[in-house]
């Protein structure tokens, strides 16, 4: 199940501290807040593997402050792991936030992380706009799929008479030319491999001077 539509989905952030010693504190606060949380039963990675990795960069952060050979590269390398199971604990919760989308929120924030919230896409629609130029209109019509064409006519007359404008395989095309302080009427259909559709019902649009 994943967020109906023009509800924002719920997204799983993790706000990485850039200081070492700052990651491994938050590190354990994640691991803290998932162990034995009925909302995550089969932690990926399983919190054992994060808090090994996380003990293993506080040891080699101290090791690197003594300046050692090879001590700053262990550190890094450690890090780099810490950071890679903790984005895999990342991927796990969303999933788990995605199958309970009333309660995504919650659930994200009880793994000890943020949350944040994706922009609802609102679904595309017929219409027409004057472009930047005088006389140019765009036009946007609904997606009807990825294999899919785009006839389009436009009139000028009333609808008495369409003159056509070249397909398109995206679902969008501009016309200009058009006389400002006059009205145009467009209209499209799509066409697939199985048939056309039924042309549109005209969309009016003025033009401003």
Same mark, same amino acid.
């Given at each position: 199940m994943t967020a109906s539509k023009g509800t924002p989905r719920a997204?799983?952030?993790?706000? =990485?501290?850039?200081?070492?010693? #700052? +990651?491994?504190?938050?590190?354990?606060?994640?691991?803290?807040?998932?162990t034995s949380n009925a909302h995550f039963p089969t932690p990926v990675p399983p919190l054992s593997s994060v808090a090994s990795v996380l003990g293993q960069l506080a040891t080699a952060?101290?090791?690197?402050?003594?300046r050692v050979k090879g001590a700053v590269a262990a550190r890094n390398e450690?890090?780099?792991? =810490?950071?890679?199971?903790?984005? #895999? +604990?990342r991927s796990y919760v969303q999933v788990t936030a995605d199958a309970n989308p009333e309660n995504a929120s919650s659930i994200i924030e009880s793994a000890g992380?943020?949350?944040?919230?994706?922009?609802?896409?609102?679904?595309?629609?017929?219409?027409?706009r004057q472009g930047a130029l005088s006389g140019a209109v765009k036009v946007e019509a609904p997606s009807a799929g990825h294999r899919a064409a785009y006839e389009w006519e436009y009139s000028v007359d009333g609808g008495k008479s369409w003159i056509a404008l070249p397909p398109t395989l995206q679902a969008k095309t501009s016309v200009t030319g058009l006389t400002p302080g006059s009205s145009a009427q467009f209209r499209y259909r799509w066409v697939t491999k199985t048939g056309a559709s039924d042309w549109s019902q005209p969309l009016v649009l003025p033009l401003v001077k």
């Open positions: 997204l799983a952030s993790l706000k =990485l501290p850039r200081r070492n010693t #700052q +990651l491994v504190t938050y590190a354990q606060g994640i691991v803290t807040s998932m952060e101290t090791q690197a402050l003594t450690k890090r780099a792991a =810490l950071v890679s199971l903790l984005q #895999q +604990l992380m943020a949350v944040r919230k994706a922009p609802a896409r609102a679904p595309r629609v017929f219409a027409a």
